[in-house]
């Protein structure tokens, strides 16, 4: 199974200023990639998802990821940040057993 | 279309008594997915069913803890005897496909034993 590590657990951040949040990966297989966000009293909604190609993903509200397969890391990023950020992020991996492994989340907390 | 359902949306129970906690997939989803959210422990992989198949049962934490998947669409986690260490948001997904890579999340039921 995979392990999943994200290095932050809770990040202030002020509205309008950029957003960086961590996670690495083990795993001596292929992965797929995930980061979901969870709104309070919400379901997990997915961002964006790294499967193959450009190591570069876009993802929906602006948020954007690299995967760096040297650095086996997969970091999650926003060029400016709004109050309605404000939610729990998980990064994920899935490999052939198709189970998700979460990390921990990361609590972004979005301040005017 | 309709996303992923789950009832109830939160249920407070006694210690020693039995829940049952219901998932409505997506329609056609073939795949179906049971994870727990807990303080401590974040978020774990429980069971999933794939069709017809036997699901993989790895990720359920004891014998008090079941789910069946009837007619591939409908599933049912159970758990007996319940203890104050299952309060948790129990979570479910589905997916197109076992192979699919994306998991669909229902809001969630959040269970509070007491």
């Known amino acids: 199974a995979q392990s999943v590590t994200q290095l932050d657990s809770q990040v202030p951040v002020f509205e309008e200023a950029p957003v960086e949040l961590r996670c690495n990966y083990s795993?001596?297989?292929?992965?797929?990639l995930f980061w979901y966000v969870q709104y309070p009293n919400q379901g997990l909604q997915l961002l964006l998802k790294y499967l193959s190609g450009s190591t570069l993903v876009k993802g929906i509200n602006g948020f954007e990821a690299e995967f760096n397969k040297s650095q086996t890391s997969f970091h999650l990023r926003k060029p400016s940040v709004h109050i309605s950020d404000t939610a729990e992020y998980f990064c994920?991996?899935?490999?052939?057993?198709?189970?998700?492994?979460f990390g921990a989340g990361t609590t972004v907390t979005v301040r005017a | 279309g309709a996303g992923v359902s789950q009832s109830p949306s939160n249920k407070v129970t006694e210690k020693g008594k039995d829940v049952e906690l219901r998932c409505d997939p997506i329609?056609?989803?073939?795949?179906l997915y049971w994870y727990r959210q807990s303080l401590g422990q974040g978020l774990e992989f429980l069971i999933y069913f794939q069709g017809n198949s036997a699901p993989d049962k790895s990720g359920l934490p004891s014998d008090r803890f079941s789910a069946e998947r009837t007619g591939g669409s409908v599933s049912t986690l159970t758990i007996q005897r319940t203890q104050q260490e299952d309060s948790a948001v129990y979570l479910c997904?589905?997916?197109?496909?076992?192979?699919?890579?994306?998991?669909?999340f229902g809001p969630g039921t959040r269970l509070l034993v007491l």
């Open positions: 795993s001596s297989v292929s992965v797929y």
């Open positions: 994920a991996a899935i490999g052939n057993d198709y189970k998700l492994s």
């Open positions: 329609s056609g989803h073939t795949a």
């Open positions: 997904a589905s997916s197109l496909l076992l192979a699919d890579e994306t998991q669909y």
